[in-house]
């Protein structure tokens, strides 16, 4: 990075000391690599592909022709919205200090707790996407594996376990890796597009437009039966969940090069770029399709049912293939954000065994302890939520889909303090990425609008528990905060605390020899 000078890493310095922390993480990151980890996290080859049927099987070619560009568009305004704090704030675990500085100790401890809850799960959710890819490609195929619980768990242990060790081996690999993601990624998903439309019967264009309504034995049984309306908002589920983790890039600000200016782009490129290709790629996809009907009758198979009757095998399996390890680089990516965001937490005290935690290896300049543990987490969850099924609905389907609830509600939160906080002392200085107030709280009163869209959406049947769960863990919260953390979370470095603080920056300095 020949354009990195000394002037720029002061800067970067000086802005991360004036928020009471030390460059303990190694800035290794260039503005691409920052984009890239987000972009990676997104991955249109994993949500884009494992969750294809909620649109294939609902309103049809309408829900990716209409549907994905206007779910995509919701994401967006969340992107914009945040690039614009993390700007002024760009620290490791951003949306902690964001909901803390811009509100106060307890908002900022619930947007963790939120965000935190939302990343664990969904790098188990993440993985287990990739394992049942692998058993529909290669798995059953070709090496003869039964899904089981004990085939499930043991492939996650060893891919999430490969993620974890190539991060705890430092920014360095990963980026590298994350760079190589965005590149794949990108041709994966034009290779894919022009095998589809190169495959198709015909170019049907008004399929992208023409609305269908596909709720029960239409669709199998993806959603319960429904209106024509209703099941076109469920489908924006598709590009709604698939375009999340874009936080990423405020998570890894302390590992980025001119961070004020680089995470807000990388942020926002993120999801403008998925949008594009995925749109590209599972339009090609709907074109290629013999007919609607029998596409939605396959229900959750829809891609391995289309591959493999349209697409010559040779070719299929290659792209398998790149699909498979876009999904693997998606989790690895995942692990580097769940870390940062363990890191950035226990470094103000939130978590047990904060001191652990927080500490970040001399060697390798990584936060070694919350990479593995964000890892184990994650596959514990997928274990203990695979043994338990609420009526016929495993656990896990339904925990994923609050989780997701909960990523967005950690977006949400600081979004909405600082529509409220901004101009006053506690958000007095922007930073070089500004979008100006006026613009910025139109698109923090569409990212509130927007939240209570994905929360109606997300507690819709065969997810309706997750209701019952999002409610019930907003009650563990306030009974853990007002019983145990409101005493002892004293919360981010704010004002004297910050001064006080310079001889342990330059300590901890030291420690990891950053000159």
Request: with cysteine; net charge neutral.
């Amino acid at each position: 990075m020949s354009d990195y000078t000394d002037h720029d890493k002061k800067q970067d310095m000086h802005i991360l000391h004036s928020m009471g922390y030390a460059q303990e993480l190694e800035r290794r990151m260039s503005s691409f690599s920052n984009f890239a980890v987000s972009f990676s996290i997104i991955c249109i080859l994993s949500g884009g592909i494992n969750s294809l049927a909620q649109a294939t099987a609902g309103a049809g070619g309408a829900a990716i022709g209409i549907g994905w560009p206007v779910g995509c568009f919701v994401s967006l305004v969340f992107a914009v919205a945040m690039a614009q704090i993390s700007s002024a704030y760009p620290t490791a675990g951003g949306l902690y200090h964001w909901g803390s500085i811009l509100g106060n100790r307890f908002t900022g401890w619930v947007t963790a707790w939120f965000n935190l809850l939302g990343l664990v799960t969904v790098l188990g959710a993440i993985n287990v996407g990739t394992y049942y890819f692998f058993m529909g490609a290669f798995g059953t195929s070709y090496f003869g594996l039964t899904d089981t619980t004990t085939v499930r768990i043991v492939f996650l242990v060893i891919i999430t376990g490969a993620q974890a060790l190539v991060n705890h081996m430092g920014i360095g690999l990963t980026a590298k890796l994350t760079d190589f993601s965005g590149y794949l990624i990108f041709a994966t998903a034009i290779v894919l597009a022009a095998v589809c439309l190169l495959a198709a019967p015909s170019y049907d264009i008004a399929r992208l437009f023409t609305f269908a309504n596909y709720s029960g034995e239409a669709g199998g049984n993806v959603w319960p039966s429904t209106s024509g309306a209703w099941v076109f908002l469920l489908g924006l589920l598709l590009p709604i969940y698939t375009i999340t983790g874009y936080d990423a890039s405020a998570h890894t600000s302390e590992e980025t090069v001119k961070a004020a200016h680089s995470v807000p782009r990388g942020m926002v490129s993120s999801v403008l770029w998925s949008a594009l290709f995925g749109y590209i790629m599972l339009c090609a996809f709907v074109l290629m399709l013999p007919n609607m009907d029998d596409a939605a009758k396959q229900g959750w198979n829809v891609f391995f049912w289309a591959m493999d009757s349209q697409v010559n095998p040779v070719v299929k399996d290659l792209l398998y293939l790149a699909i498979f390890v876009s999904q693997w680089l998606c989790g690895l990516a995942t692990v580097t954000s769940v870390s940062r965001m363990i890191f950035a937490f226990s470094r103000d005290g939130g978590l047990p065994a904060s001191k652990a935690l927080s500490k970040v290896s001399p060697k390798y300049r990584t936060p070694v302890a919350a990479i593995w543990t964000g890892s184990i987490l994650a596959v514990l969850f997928v274990w203990g939520s695979s043994l338990v099924s609420i009526g016929e609905t495993p656990v896990y389907t339904i925990v994923v889909s609050c989780t997701v609830i909960f990523l967005f509600f950690s977006f949400a939160i600081p979004i909405t303090l600082g529509l409220f906080a901004w101009g006053t002392s506690k958000w007095d200085k922007m930073g070089p990425w500004n979008l100006g107030e006026g613009m910025f709280k139109l698109f923090a009163i569409l990212s509130i609008l927007a939240m209570v869209l994905i929360f109606v959406l997300g507690i819709q049947p065969p997810n309706d528990w997750a209701l019952y769960i999002t409610v019930g863990f907003l009650v563990l919260t306030a009974i853990v905060w007002f019983g145990f953390e409101n005493r002892r979370f004293k919360g981010p470095p704010i004002g004297d605390e910050v001064a006080r603080r310079q001889a342990e920056i330059a300590a901890a300095e030291k420690a990891v020899g950053e000159a």
